[in-house]
């Protein structure tokens, strides 16, 4: 992982897409705009709303300097992905996106959705989404070893890891790769300052460049 930062690197699975990005890829041959929407909070965590993927942008041009990767700052996504699903469709035809990245499942882990039902979604979403020739990624749900509710978190992420498998989506797979970093030995006084925005733009370029 010769272009992740010593401090945010994780094992090579965690970040390694499935299938292609081919619309991306097709686009960064035509040198065009990649119309890129962003469903649900900053990538790192809680944050000012106009900042929120501005460490995701800056990590993507590093790595593909000249490619315009253009944010769409879509909604917070802080609904059940059922919700999230019927607002994702009118989103998606009024923004037209080429590449959609989707956080998803802390809201109905929170809500102690039931795990078949939530799956359901993501595989209708996913079918929806591939028939609109878009290319799509799901972010399952952060680590949060410090918070009581994080157990709830584990059965949506199996969950989430079982449809992209079935439903041949990519998924980058934040929740263990924030596991792995918080239980990484880190140098005194180091930090790991936007490790997922730097992981998740590294497993995008890889998509697109291999």
Not at 11 to 22: E, V
Not at 69 to 87: C, I, N, Q, T
Not at 100 to 120: C, H, K, Q, Y
Not at 160 to 165: L, M
């Amino acid at each position: 992982m010769a272009g992740v930062a010593a401090a945010c690197r994780v094992p090579d699975p965690y970040i390694h897409f499935g299938t292609n990005l081919q619309r991306t890829e097709r686009l960064i041959d035509l040198k065009r705009p990649i119309r890129t929407l962003v469903v649900g909070p900053a990538i790192e965590g809680p944050e000012v709303i106009e900042r929120r993927h501005s460490h995701l942008a800056q990590a993507l041009a590093q790595r593909l300097p000249g490619v315009d990767f253009a944010l769409l700052d879509g909604w917070r996504g802080s609904r059940v992905a059922e919700e999230d699903f019927d607002r994702l469709r009118s989103e998606v035809a009024e923004t037209k996106p080429d590449l959609i990245l989707w956080e998803v499942g802390t809201p109905d882990a929170l809500a102690a959705s039931d795990p078949e039902e939530f799956g359901d979604v993501l595989i209708r979403a996913a079918r929806w989404v591939k028939a609109q020739d878009i290319d799509f990624v799901f972010i399952d749900p952060p680590y949060l070893p410090h918070v009581r509710h994080e157990p709830l978190y584990g059965k949506m992420v199996r969950t989430i890891s079982a449809v992209s498998v079935e439903a041949r989506v990519n998924l980058f797979r934040r929740y263990a790769a924030m596991e792995y970093l918080d239980r990484a030995p880190l140098k005194a006084g180091a930090g790991r300052p936007h490790c997922m925005s730097e992981l998740l733009a590294e497993a995008i370029v890889r998509a697109v460049t291999r």
